[in-house]
């Protein structure tokens, strides 16, 4: 399939005017769009035409935080109710039985639970490769699934016996962590427009790696032009920890190991202060806001409203499977808008008289999953639904029981209560069509997924 038109559906462009086209249509071709506007603009033919009319059609979502392989530990009962350091001292010794095909199952579980949610792009962060497990299990299965994907080769250095958190057990050595990091963007990332795969290199977190090993990621990253990933200031612990061991708070840290500037974003940024918030405006820091996992783990809520003012790129995450338990992209712009107005009546904005004090809107929160998220990235040929960009898309069919006297189609996908995608498109390919994923087999997966689930948690 060559073209592909979309036609007679609510579109929501996402674009620098923030365009919405009632009665619209999409025109792709080889993977990108064409044409984005009126029925009548469009051409009147194509390899494929699909009628929506009634469906709303929007930018296709970007996760910019995710941990794959830990789908295999949802709902874990010994880590049900711990914060992150207790939570992570549970599950560390479950992760190191994990093995390859396990990489390979959880990423196409993932990948198919954001496919479904209207996601079309996903960054991964895997920091643990036990038992031979290699960041190329998982982008072999990411390309069977046909979502495009940010391969965190993530890292983890610092054991416990050398002050770190995690054990021995699964923590590398910092020239296999470098050598490997090396040959996989050698041999994996792509930069062109509309690449399917691209390299990241995302050393875990300040407990978890050394100074050095965050110094030597950032300069090989830099020498082959691709983005660096970490975990920051997701917790109060983390702040004492960083305080003890380096003698920073966490973004000081980071600013200490050459870690700030447009390339590199950071997972969750909870704990900052105002002037913190000023030094990732300056050198273009992003941020990965992950409102379901900050809650579950009760972490805090970012302060999205104050990065957002001072122009920092701010992207949405579902963060680990394990720290969520669910890959549900659109559920979490819905958190995401919520959990702004909550942290808004906590400062009390029911008393506040400021005309300029509003709280987040529907459109705002989609923003920060499509736009936003492309941005924080660095990607500029997805986020929105404009000639040239990638034919990256969903459609939500309205005529549902939950959109019932819902009056706004953008803002009901936001407010309702979070649904399936019926089509998700990427590069102008069905992922989901009629509400069923249509590049992996959903029965077999779920099975093959939770006889790996099984093993490990039985030991």
Not at 58 to 87: C, E, K, S
Not at 175 to 201: C, F, W
Not at 420 to 436: I, L
Request: net charge negative; hydrophobic share 40%.
């Amino acid at each position: 399939m060559t073209t592909l038109l979309i036609k007679n559906v609510y579109i929501v462009t996402m674009d620098d005017q923030q365009r919405e086209i009632p009665d619209g249509g999409i025109f792709v071709r080889r993977g990108f769009i064409q044409e984005v506007g009126p029925m009548s603009e469009m051409p009147a033919a194509a390899d494929e035409v699909l009628d929506l009319k009634g469906h709303v059609v929007l930018p296709g979502l970007v996760n910019t935080h995710h941990h794959f392989y830990q789908t295999l530990t949802r709902a874990v009962p010994a880590a049900q109710d711990a914060n992150l350091f207790n939570w992570l001292k549970t599950l560390y010794p479950i992760w190191a039985r994990i093995r390859p095909e396990d990489i390979f199952t959880s990423t196409q579980t993932a990948l198919a639970e954001l496919a479904l949610s209207g996601c079309t792009t996903a960054s991964d962060h895997l920091y643990l490769y036990p038992n031979g497990s290699k960041l190329d299990d998982e982008i072999a299965a990411a390309l069977e699934v046909g979502v495009r994907l940010q391969a965190s080769r993530g890292s983890m250095s610092l054991g416990e016996s050398k002050g770190g958190l995690p054990p021995d057990s699964v923590v590398d050595t910092e020239d296999n962590i470098l050598k490997d990091s090396q040959r996989l963007i050698e041999e994996y990332h792509d930069a062109k427009p509309g690449a399917m795969t691209q390299v990241v290199l995302a050393p875990c977190s300040p407990f978890s790696v050394t100074s050095d090993l965050m110094k030597q990621s950032a300069k090989l990253a830099r020498q082959y032009g691709v983005h660096l990933h970490t975990h920051l200031a997701e917790t109060e612990d983390e702040e004492q920890f960083c305080m003890q061991m380096f003698g920073h708070r966490p973004v000081g840290y980071m600013q200490e190991v050459d870690w700030v500037g447009e390339d590199v974003w950071f997972a969750h940024a909870v704990w900052v202060n105002d002037e913190e918030i000023k030094v990732f405006a300056k050198h273009n820091c992003g941020v990965a806001h992950c409102p379901t996992s900050n809650m579950r783990l009760a972490s805090g809520i970012a302060p999205v409203k104050e990065y957002r003012a001072a122009g920092v790129n701010v992207g949405l995450g579902v963060d680990g499977s394990a720290s969520n338990d669910g890959s549900h992209l659109l559920a979490e712009v819905r958190n995401a808008m919520l959990v702004s107005r909550v942290k808004e009546g906590l400062t009390g904005y029911s008393l506040s008289n400021d005309p300029n004090r509003k709280l987040m809107t529907a459109r705002e929160a989609l923003y920060l999953g499509t736009r936003g998220g492309a941005a924080v990235l660095g990607r500029n040929d997805i986020g929105s639904l404009e000639p040239g960009k990638c034919a990256d898309f969903f459609a939500i069919d309205l005529n549902k029981l939950g959109f019932a006297g819902m009056h706004d189609p953008v803002s009901a996908v936001v407010f309702g209560q979070s649904v399936n995608a019926d089509y998700t498109v990427v590069n102008g390919k069905f992922v989901v069509k009629e509400g069923q994923l249509a590049t992996v087999d959903q029965g077999k997966l779920i099975e093959k997924h939770n006889r790996a689930a099984k093993r490990l948690l039985a030991g």
